[in-house]
């Protein structure tokens, strides 16, 4: 088919040195258009800029709508509401001004509409949306002496962030939205008031609760007033060989009574085996190729028996293990109906077709109660992440150990130059700066858990550069409100992020809270 390439760009006022593409050679960026951009009170006029690369001018439409007219009066376009987009860059700006009756989040709607061929009636819509905030008293003031605030009122003259949109005759190339660019590595942008700039995938939140609830499901009481009770007590390690000898020991089963099937995974030297076991159950077989060493083999029986004994529905606990060929060592795990890798299966295109909100909404809630049940015993997990999940036919979700999942997954683990592979983007901050895992970690890298299964295991963080991620999260930047996820589940996975560790709820809260969302859901389907 013939490609008639066109492009235009959209630019925030307060972004500098900035550039993002929505739609690059084909290629749609994922994260969608429902992402509210907040725009400072200070800020009164945001530019863009746009140009047709189709070698013509293609006709366009805008219309900006606001939720509270009283407070924000309709925006106002320096150009015309209809017309033709030009072949040479052009800047054009909306005038946001506040009426300063009271002070308000008002959201701004920016639809427009590019027609690609008139003849096919080949329309691609594309919906903006930004959230100003206004403050009492707060009208247009054309005195600026602030020379930052002068500088931020002055159109920009490069790095806006921009759109391309690639049209495709008889298909209509919908445009996923980004947001905010991912600033490069170096000192920090920052506006007028001192503070960091957006970025693209995630946004700045409260990191302290707030002082009244944002939902029935969630409440001051259930969330400031307690805190975890087993805070500073820290996951069981195996520094003595004896307890994990003694594990072993009692989890020994004959090799020759496994049987392998399938390959499910493989990595550089782990490899992941679908089986069974005595000829009747079936089992999930960890185990390492010949080529590995004695450290991965180590490895490999240390943490899959980390969550030993751990007898719960929600808990993925070894079944068995066999070391009668000490280089490849087999961990056994129970694998009933089709039972796989959770992140895998989210992958999958037909579960974003299939999975709904409510089932979202289950499996949160059971990976919840059996965190409860881990910290009950005073186990903390470290590495919670729907790659280290399993998910069977019937949706049922077990939380499972984290052995091999470092080589099967390596995209997920960093190393920030201290020769340690860490899960960087699941971390909570006090585990990124000192390595200190606690219950209340471990509720942050639930939330991050809760973001990949709304998402279908999308990467987290995936603009930020690991070495960027403390300086990120210090400055209150959170993972955004993933596309149709309701905003009672996102507050919900909000306060697993706040900064202190006092201030993140409980799994038992947690669960509480989902398990209220769950009821109140399905009373209306």
Known sequence: MDRMPSYFG????????????YVRDGQINDYALNFVVPVPANVKEIAFTWQSLAGRPLPYTINIQTSDPAVLPRPVLNISRAGEIPIEIQTFSISMKCSGIRPAEVEVTLLIEVTLNRATNNVTQLQFRRKKICLTGDQDDNNIDDPLLMETAAPPQSGLITLIIGGILAIVLVASLLLIAYCARGPTKRNSHGQPMRTSSFQ???????????????????????????????????????ELHRRIAELTVQRCR????????????GRVYKGTYNDQ???LVKTVAQHASQVQVSLLLQEG??????SHDGILSVLGVSIEDHTTPFVLYPAPNNTRNLKLFLQEPACARSVTSIQIVMMSNQL???????????????????RNCVVDDQLRV???????????????????????????????LEALQKKVFTEASDVWAFGVLMWEILTFAKQPYAEVDPFEMEHYLNDGYRLAQPYNC????????????????LERPTFTQLQACLSDFYTQITRYV
Request: charged share 15%.
């Open 281 to 283: 159950q079936d089992v």
């Open 258 to 269: 496994v049987r392998l099937s399938s390959l499910l995974q493989e990595g550089t030297y």
């Open 486 to 501: 309701p905003d009672e589940l996102f507050h919900i996975m909000a306060y697993c992020w706040a900064m202190s560790p």
């Open 368 to 386: 919840a109660t059996a965190l409860v049940h881990l910290h009950s015993h005073g186990v903390v997990h470290k590495d919670i992440a729907t």
């Open 305 to 310: 028996m980390s969550l030993y004994g751990a």
């Open 204 to 242: 700045r939140l409260q990191t302290q609760p707030p002082s009244a609830p944002p939902s029935v499901y969630i409440t001051s009481s259930t969330i400031i007033h307690q805190t975890h009770s087993t805070l500073q007590r820290q996951k069981m390690e195996y520094q003595e060989p004896e």
């Open 398 to 428: 077990k939380l499972a150990d984290s052995s091999l999942s470092r080589d099967l997954f390596p995209g997920d683990y960093n190393c920030l130059g201290d020769s340690e592979n860490r899960p960087i983007k699941w971390l909570a």
């Open 10 to 21: 959209l630019g925030w006022m307060r972004c500098v040195s900035a550039e993002l593409y």
